[in-house]
């Protein structure tokens, strides 16, 4: 049971970091699908800051230089998003698709290649942080508290005080509702939209380092992170593009995701003698029925997904 | 010239051929930081992918293999490019792919059907799995890329668990379909013979069909121009008379279809066998978005983007394993689809290009007519 908490909560973290990510950036306007992406580059920025730091650093440098990896590289991929779809008006849904795999690709090469210098025979696309791991760890009996946990709690705020209590935050909603309003007013929606999935690579880069220490100690690239960015825009849309709610949903969510981890551990699950794909397929398939249900009265912001072109009305 | 360039076909041949060349060089950049010393002898080997081995009819072999697997390809590229059309980005091909292949398998290999049923079998399956993200998107206004998603991954599971019944016991690929079921091999038609190559089938020429039907299709039929026209405006075409939402479900059966055919393509040959412990959803149908759009989104450029987003794939297998990882040639099609969202850029600039110096030569021809005025007055 504990363990079944312990895995809800630190998937629920993931789903939340990330579908604030996807929150901001839908709220400046512009529709990240590439999240699934730019996990995968935010976890390789995590991954490669615990594989050369010496085991011996402070937890708390260790974990702060690691977000730090993390958050660069996410940042830094996301611009490929913000040059494409804001300066050069590019479909979203294309340029989004092709950062999923260009993320999946790009971090495999570049993994195989660091093992293969290292070694020869190594050709896997695995980094190993077991050790670098303990950092983000702190046992309460058996209940393995993980500091990801807290940050997106912090995160969770953060993103609730921008969004809704800073100019910044109202400024940037507006260039997703009325981009053509906010611009006659004097925003300017080019740099707010820039902000909006600048701070998504943000979000989405810390979800996949969290994604990667949520349960395993080692990490095979070429696996991607399993369709997450998308159950994050997923418990977005159920979260109706409001932070607190979105924390609602990631709850529900990540604990579907953890019953696929701990089902056996249930002697009543386990007398339904289910085959473990279907708890596999379980998040998935909830997200698909919940969407069904949510997506009519959808509170999308009004202009997402269009490119702002300052010639048009 | 200038009337040359203006051609739309023509600029979205340059468009794609750019998108081409410069993922292919920035592939090669990557290889050089990686390790400069066999950079150019990498990227050589990716490009020319059967061209690796010396004795001809090893290259003709390695030529239809590179062949077995465009089919499939041409398929779920068909699917998205259908969809897109239609105003659909169909990223659930890779889980109707998927779908195709399991109720190929199943219905060979479990009901012993002959391949023409198995076949027919895939498409509904397809079509049907196609159809739910129809019916999501048409009542209850789903995003089709979200709920396609999902859809790749159930589909995944689901066809995991239903083909673990026709696995091999001491391994976990299904049977192999020349022992277990040689009736439903597809028929090759001669083609093994020309290629030297039992794999290749008539599924090659069939996808190639495929592409000329789906052209003529949206081009020259009622259906086509109808669901075109939804794609635009689905309100001015509901105005207008035309079932938007049913265009737009069927639309996704038809691509669910197309790409539920590429699974049965690929399995009924025999090529490959499915791990029922695969934990990710096949590429195939990713690639398929690549193909379509590197193709201009025309089916018949799509055939050739196909060839070449398998030909690069295939390549990739042919580089320096000691420096580099095959998935290069991954990298460098995921790099074509990201410049693929620049084509529309590109395209502007050309006619902004066009109409500048069309402008300038008006200027100097008024100038000169001028000049050639005032000359006349003295």
Known sequence: MLLLIQYTLIFASVLLLVALGGCFSEHSGVINLGLEGIMVIGALGGALMMRYLPSSTPAFFMILLVLLGAIVFGVAYSALLGVACINFKADQTIVGTALNMLGVAAATVLVKAINTAANPDDVSSEIQYAGAKRAFLVNFGSFEFNWFMLIAVIMLVIAYVVLYKTRFGLRLMACGEHPQAADSVGINVYKMRWAGVLISGMYGGLGGICYILAGVSLWKFENGVAGFGFLALAVMIFGQWKPTRIALAALLFGFFRALSNVYFGFPFLMSLNLPGSVYNMMPYIISLVVLAFTSQNSRAPKAEGIPYDKGTR | ????????????????????????????????????????????????????????????????????????????????????????????????????????????????????????????????????????????????????????????????????????????????????APQAMLPTLGLEELFNNKNVTIAIPLAVLTAVIILIILD?????????????????????????????????????????????????????????????VPGMGFNGIAAAFLGGLNPIGTIFASYFIQHITVGGAFVDKTMYSSQISDLISSIIIYLCGFVLFIKYAMNQGIARSEEKQKQKAAALAADSGKGGEK
């Open chain 2, 220 to 280: 020259k039929t009622r259906l086509g121009y109808e669901l075109k026209a939804t794609g635009n405006n689905k309100n001015a075409a509901k105005y207008a008379g035309m079932a938007e939402r049913r265009n737009i479900i069927l639309t996704l059966m038809i691509a669910g279809a197309l790409a539920a055919l590429g699974g049965a393509f690929l399995y009924l040959t025999d090529f490959e066998q499915w791990s029922v412990t695969q934990s990710s």
């Open chain 2, 1 to 180: 010239m200038k009337k040359f360039l203006k051609n739309n076909a023509v600029q979205s041949l340059i468009a794609s051929l750019i998108c081409i060349i410069l993922g292919l060089l920035i592939g090669y950049i990557v290889l050089l930081f990686i390790n400069p010393a066999g950079a150019s002898e990498a990227i050589l080997a990716v490009v020319k992918n059967f061209w690796n081995y010396s004795r001809a009819n090893l290259q003709l072999k390695n030529f239809g293999s590179t062949l077995v697997k465009t089919a499939p390809l041409l398929m779920c590229a068909l699917s998205v490019l259908f969809a897109y059309k239609v105003g659909l980005f169909n990223i659930g091909a890779a889980g109707q792919y998927v779908v195709g292949a399991c109720a190929s398998l199943l219905a060979a290999l479990a009901w012993g059907w002959s391949w023409l049923p198995c076949l027919l079998f895939a498409m509904v399956v397809g079509a049907l799995y196609g159809a739910i993200v129809g019916l999501l998107k048409s009542f209850c206004n789903v995003n089709e890329v979200i709920s396609g998603i999902m859809l790749n991954w159930i589909g995944l599971y689901t066809t995991n668990m239903i083909l673990a019944s026709v696995k091999e016991s001491t391994s976990p690929y299904t049977l192999h379909l020349k022992n277990a």
